[in-house]
T-cell receptor, first 115, second 113 residues
Framework: AQKVTQAQTEISVVEKEDVTLDCVYETRDTTYYLFWYKQPPSGELVFLIRRNSFDEQNEISGRYSWNFQKSTSSFNFTITASQVVDSAVYFCALRVNTGFQKLVFGTGTRLLVSP | DVKVTQSSRYLVKRTGEKVFLECVQD?????MFWYRQDPGLGLRLIYF???????EKGDIPEGYSVSREKKERFSLILESASTNQTSMYLC????????????FGQGTRLTVV
């Protein structure tokens, strides 16, 4: 069975602080895909990044960076110099390469960035 | 831009009513999904469709049905709404190519009274 765990329910930081959102996944498949989505107060989930199981390179996009480690089954997300606009719920998700490509989501982490 | 549009942002329905939630996507995606989002539970898959008239049950299909008569449209039906179906409902679509991301609509917050 596939499972995604986001142990941090809510994180509060002050603007300009760095913050890391944790994601741990479980799967027996050797081919799988990991995703991060952002859900702002408007409600729509916004895709941030996709990573496949064969690509362990870390990625940086502006203030965002992702650390994928197969050895610990983790795909953590770091926001550098956080801003108020980063306030949202962030979801980590897993899709395996079998069946009908179901996305399995974690329970989400609510990030509150105060001025 | 990929667009997934849900027909309503907010709905209030009475217990026992038949409720239709509509979703339309404009990217010719093969796959469409209905998720339910509840606090502390994340997103849970209700139903999935990989082609017109084709559907598969997700993790929590009880009390729901779906319809996909056209490729761009995927409807979620609550045959007899109950208060425990009060929730946020999210529609998504994705191409059939393995591993590509899904795109989500803005969500429908349904309240059953």
């Amino acid at each position: 069975a596939q499972k995604v765990t986001q142990a941090q329910t809510e994180i509060s930081v002050v603007e300009k602080e760095d913050v890391t959102l944790d994601c741990v996944y479980e799967t027996r498949d050797t081919t799988y895909y990991l995703f991060w989505y952002k859900q702002p107060p408007s409600g729509e989930l916004v895709f941030l990044i996709r990573r496949n199981s064969f690509d362990e390179q870390n990625e940086i996009s502006g203030r965002y960076s992702w650390n994928f480690q197969k050895s610990t089954s983790s795909f953590n997300f770091t926001i550098t110099a956080s801003q108020v606009v980063d306030s949202a719920v962030y979801f980590c998700a897993l899709r395996v390469n079998t069946g009908f490509q179901k996305l399995v989501f974690g329970t989400g982490t609510r990030l509150l960035v105060s001025p | 831009d990929v667009k997934v549009t849900q027909s309503s942002r907010y709905l209030v329905k009475r217990t026992g009513e038949k409720v239709f939630l509509e979703c339309v996507q404009d990217m010719d995606h093969e796959n469409m999904f209905w998720y339910r989002q509840d606090p502390g539970l994340g997103l849970r898959l209700i139903y999935f469709s990989y082609d017109v008239k084709m559907k598969e049950k997700g993790d929590i299909p009880e009390g729901y049905s779906v319809s996909r008569e056209k490729k761009e449209r995927f409807s979620l039906i609550l045959e007899s709404a109950s208060t425990n179906q009060t929730s946020m409902y999210l529609c998504a679509s994705s191409p059939s190519v393995q591993g590509l991301e899904a795109f989500f609509g803005q969500g429908t917050r349904l309240t059953v009274v």
